[in-house]
């Protein structure tokens, strides 16, 4: 059996108590009166273009899945004896575990939520560099960590932007950021030290028919318009198209129409940072134009319905395309 040499605990044990310090973490985030949930609503918003109720909304939606039944349901199905064993030998190695450098994005800050518990559970210590945009959230992750899980949970965090060079070489990178970002960090590196690279990417929806009845079609507009409002449609699962089979009980006019009154309500509950205006501009005439023309029509202030093949990102928070499909395959060409 393999035991730790400092303090002799089997890595079974081990591992079980790294997994219940992430449950005991994200609990204390979850926590209806939770400091640091204060905290992160009065001070994120200081440096990120999100509202308090949007960065609340965010985190909540980050921590929700980490309850006991749920990590010990997920524990269960993804981790492969193998897997767990490899976990259970990284666990063993306690504080002299290796480090994994984590450079975080600017919008999708919960991304740093995700990573670290990946790290935690491999039995190795994350190294947060956050962004300069947004500095705020790993910080009071990694203070979190240490107030909620002591040692089962260390952590660092390096300044906003700091050079690589002065550190230890890490045993891996997860990196968020753009392609020119991205080669250069690749060719720094060498390859030697693995990188798993977050690059852009361009969220879509699809919904197939068996959802398109009346009852169905509305719960499914109420999700996909939350998806849809979460990080202002920045995030790398926003959807920013949706594709609706024809053929349905709900028309994909009619859907796109729900789909309109979902995001114009989300505008008062959970409000969107402002966007330039000028591109505002430019676009709304370049789609009205299109809707004058009888190729596209609009759905309250944010949903365009339209039947061309170009369905790219609209860049504008919130604005999200709605394209009748026949199935499937014709969504995915």
Known sequence: MWTSRRRKI???????????????????????????MRRARRMIPKRAPFSPVMTEACLRAA?????????????????????????????????RAGEVLLILPSTVFAAAWQSATAVWLAGKVPVFRPSRREP???????????AVGGRD???????????????????????YGGDVTLQTLRRSLGHRTPLIAFGPQAGA???????????????TARRLAREIALYDTRGCLSPSCVFVDLGGAVSPSRFAARLGVELDLLDRTLPAGAADALDRESFDQQWRFRASAGRARWFGRHVILHREKDCAPSGLRRTVFVRPVRDAAEAAR
Request: include cysteine.
């Open 10 to 36: 089997p890595p079974p044990q081990r591992l079980d108590r790294r997994l219940q310090a992430i449950v005991r973490l994200a609990g204390a985030w979850r926590a209806p009166r939770s400091p640091w």
């Open 153 to 175: 949970l260390p952590s660092r965090v390096l300044r906003p932007g700091a050079s690589l060079r002065q550190e230890r070489k890490p045993d891996a990178v997860v990196a």
């Open 63 to 95: 921590f929700a899945g980490w309850t006991p039944s749920a990590v010990a349901r997920w524990v269960g199905e993804a981790l492969s004896p193998s897997l767990r064993r490899r976990a259970e030998i990284g666990c063993a190695k306690g504080r």
């Open 136 to 146: 705020t959230f790993a910080r009071l992750l990694a203070a979190s960590a240490k």
């Open 205 to 219: 929806a699809w919904v197939s028919q068996r959802i398109l009845t009346p009852v169905r079609a509305r719960e």
